[in-house]
Nanobody
């Protein structure tokens, strides 16, 4: 199983980024997927998730700003991040089942 996250980068406050996570070697269509993040000096925290039926869940800190979606034809889960804040700066990880991706850095700074 591999989860390959991409799309991170440097963005100004108020900007947007879309992260992608491509899964291979797993039954993606029936697997719930999640996004997590870890800021420097802090514990990893849950950002949100999407069930196999497309129902989404979000942490209060990102609700209304972040949107998770999935494309089973592409074995890909997305994290659309809008209205980014400096406190969103972190390494973002995707996860599915018991598997984790390698993380992608998101930096929100002017």
């Amino acid at each position: 199983v591999q989860l390959q996250a991409s799309g991170g980068g440097l963005v100004q406050p108020g900007g947007s980024l879309r992260l992608s996570c491509v899964a291979s070697g797993m039954l993606f269509s029936i697997t719930g997927m999640g996004w997590y993040r870890q800021a420097p000096g802090k514990e990893r925290e849950w950002v949100g998730g999407i069930a196999s039926d497309g129902i989404t869940y979000y942490a209060d800190s990102v609700k209304g700003r972040f949107t998770i979606s999935r494309d089973s034809a592409k074995n890909t889960v997305y994290l659309q991040m809008n209205s980014l804040k400096p406190e969103d700066t972190a390494v973002y990880y995707c996860a599915g089942g018991t598997y984790w991706g390698q993380g992608t850095q998101v930096t929100v700074s002017s």
